[in-house]
């Protein structure tokens, strides 16, 4: 019988799947997810592969998981950041440096882009997650329209054509760089959305 980790079985089964996900992690911070085997993740976490399959019957599920797993949490903590923050402006500033401290390894992973290696119904199931962190998005803009902070403007497009800006994007890890990379997005995201910026102080 395998041993059991944590103090009952329920902490048993999170912390395996806390191991699953943060070998998965790793293993696609250095490869592509398309010659990732469940051997691989299964060896990774130190883990025996049956316990592998007691969470996940492949390797599709798993990735599934993982990503579940983040867009949930991440989406907690957007929304932790944005409590108690009324303007527009600065909620939109918020969502964006939010996103520059996300490190999506299922997004900057090397080899082929997921969307060529999974199944219809798995790119189906990451769309409807990268949905949750949309529709935050898609309320700051709604209610910046409302307030008269953003003009009118279709609001779907709007939204996609702001990730696609955001998503991916390689922040600098020099504390400089960084800063000047993260202010020039919320700058050209806030021009983009036709916010109303203060004049910039002349030199």
Known sequence: ?????????????QMTRHKLFTALSTLMAERG????????????????????YNH???????LLGF??????????????ALDGVSDPVEQ?????RQQAQLTRVFHLAP?????????????????EHADIVEAILRR???????AGTFPPQDIDPTVHLVNACLSGRLIPDEPVARERT????????????????PDPVPA
Do not use: C, N, W
């Not at 990503?67 to 932790?80: C, D, P």
């Open 111 to 127: 080899g082929p882009d997921l969307r060529t290696v999974l199944s219809r119904a798995t790119q189906q199931r990451l769309r």
């Open 33 to 52: 997810f398309d010659t990732i085997t469940l051997a691989d993740i299964a060896a990774a976490a130190d883990v025996g592969r049956t316990a592998v």
């Open 1 to 13: 019988m395998p041993k059991i980790i944590g103090k009952s079985l329920h902490e048993h089964r």
């Open 140 to 146: 700051i803009l709604a209610a910046g329209i409302e």
């Open 182 to 197: 993260i202010r020039a997005a919320e700058a050209f995201v806030l021009r983009a959305v036709g916010a109303r910026l």
């Open 92 to 96: 939109l500033r918020t969502y964006i």
């Open 56 to 62: 996940f019957h492949d390797k599709e599920a798993l």
């Open 67 to 80: 990503i579940t797993h983040e867009t949930e949490q991440y989406a907690h903590t957007l929304e932790r």
